[in-house]
């Protein structure tokens, strides 16, 4: 009786599996094609096993990835491109090769060869092998994805041919930063740039021009005696990344469509390069200029650490430039002497601006005496972050102060990590503390003030 119900159950099994084995194979090849093509080829492949029918049916992917470490290194990557049969267009190409790669140069440069001829959308490589030129005449690349140093020695500026081009990634080395200028000239329709510098040990002028791009990420770790100089011109900018503590910053022309900002000027930064930064005066003030041109931008993330916030304030004519879009603002004070009489002034031309956050660093010093409330501190922020207290009277008078001027505030959001070597002394700071800030009285009556420590966490509102 036991063994028949097994071997019910058993057949119930097999009928299930058939099933579900007619369903997927009664599909129509153009579909299994697209399914095979989300797997890696190496996976894709090995449904050639399946059955008579799926024996091929691998070799009809529009996406292939391809990396060396899954493969033995007698794999031929142009073989295998080779078996495709690309039933419309070769959509994706994805190259990953690590050091160890077998790879020759003539399978590297023939494989290419056939990826570009079939009308590739995007190419994806990480490796540090140099590329076949036929990468940078494939008319046919909407995305280009260079994760890796670009070494140019067989590219020349009159051969590059990407007018379909509309997101691009480049890791450059000093020898390959020449080329730029040729890329934009090539790329009419490019929307989206990220330019990634490494180990730069020459001073470079990198005009950036672009009358459709919309996205531009930079990124570069460099020594900080190279001051580099970046001038963009791109007048239809929506967003702007920037991580770099060395370079120069110009807008040619300031772009009046920019919504977010992200520029961060501590990164990569070690303390020894505080001294050279300091001799160069111009540093700031173009960089804080810089920052002045993005007048239109609705979001600005600002981390800065070399006094940017004194070049911020014009120095001349006492007029505070107005940043009328700007809503939201997030920044970082750090080894800035009386960074809140600098910040809060900056803030008087910022009217509409809904919610702050400002990260401490090194406790900047407070000078209560020079407060001035902000017009939008009183009538518009609903939103304040202060990150990085230690738990000090200065910031409960800043505490008091903000609660005091923020009429239509919603929600104060303090984060206190007190230093103390004992445990016992910084659990009883922290709750002093916390204790001492929802005693303080506040002009917006409905307003939050939540305090997070690394032992209390706690609301005004559920005390």
Known sequence: MEEDHNNHNNNSRRLEEKDEEDRLSSLPDVIINDILSLLPIKSAAATSVLSHRWRHLWTGVTRFEFESRTWPESASLFRILCRLTYRDKLRTFTLILDDSSAISWGDLKRSFSVVCRQNVEEIKVISNTPLPRCVFKCESLVVLDLGSVLHCRLL????????????LRLCLPDESVPVIPAVFISSPLLQDLCLEFHSLKQKHVVNISSPNLKSLDIVQMVCPHQHSAFLINTPNLTNIKIRDSSSFYV?????????????DFMYGKHESWDEDLMSAADYFDENAKFVQGMSSARKLHLQSDIQIFAHLNPPENGMIPTLHNLTYFKTTLVNVFNGWDALLFYLQGVPNLNDLEVSLGHNPAMDHQYWCAPDCLVSKVKTITVRAFEGNDDELKLLEYILKNAFVLEELRIHVRIKDDHIEARQGKEYKFCEAMFKL???SLTSEVVFSGQYINASSNSL
């Open 441 to 443: 009285p506040r002009s």
């Open 156 to 167: 020349k500026a009159d051969k590059i041919r990407l007018p379909n081009l509309n997101k």
């Open 251 to 263: 807008f040619v022309q300031n772009p009046a469509q920019l919504l977010t900002a992200y520029i």
